[in-house]
């Protein structure tokens, strides 16, 4: 059986791990703690685990989680390698970003479409040549006033925002795993409707 591979978006180094655009390797990180698991380096250019989803106790599906250590702008290479590596389809790669034309705070998942500005996505779906590959979109909402949207994602959340980041953290985890545990369309009716992933 294939795993599924995950990959969280971000920009390496200290500098970068509190800004908003940092969203996607946060929720990687999320996952790790969940499965009691650390990310090591491999060889195409990321930090990976290998899982085995579900809850305690039950035996799911293999995934591999991964974070870039790659700019942005050069994650195609890094989502490439790792799926080829483990002979991962496109259709079980999930990438997981940040969004903001979606709400600050909110969740939506679908599969493929346009890559809205996001560089890493635009390097991954070169790297792929298709953009049918699943995205966990992570809502940090439009900046300020006539800030520019390339600044804005580059700062870290502010004071408001990181009190409720776990919780957002957390959101997001749990609706990649219920993508994979009941498919795009089923996870999107409970994620979308804000109702509970926990059943």
Avoid: C
């Amino acid at each position: 059986m294939s795993p599924w591979l995950i990959v969280g978006l971000g920009n390496p180094g200290s500098t970068y791990a509190g800004n908003r655009h940092n969203v996607g390797a946060m929720v990687i990180d999320e996952l790790a703690n969940r499965y009691d698991t650390t990310l090591r380096a491999h060889k195409a250019r990321a930090r990976a685990a290998s899982i085995r989803l579900g809850r305690p106790g039950t035996s799911g599906p293999p995934a591999v989680i991964a974070i870039p250590t790659t700019y942005m702008n050069e994650s195609g290479s890094p989502v490439k390698g790792l799926a080829d590596f483990f002979k991962v389809p496109v259709e079980q790669i999930i990438v997981i970003h940040d969004e903001l034309d979606i709400d600050a705070g909110t969740i939506r998942l679908k599969r493929g479409g346009g890559e809205g500005g996001h560089n890493g996505l635009r390097s991954i779906s070169a790297a792929l040549g298709t953009k049918d590959y699943l995205r966990v979109r992570v809502g940090i909402g439009r900046p300020p006033g006539r800030m520019d949207p390339a600044a804005f994602v580059l700062k870290d959340f502010n004071a408001t925002e990181r009190k409720e980041l776990p919780f957002l953290l957390d959101d997001a985890a749990d609706a990649t795993e219920l993508l994979i545990e009941r498919g795009l369309t089923d996870a999107q009716n409970t994620v979308h409707a804000g109702g509970s992933t926990r059943s």
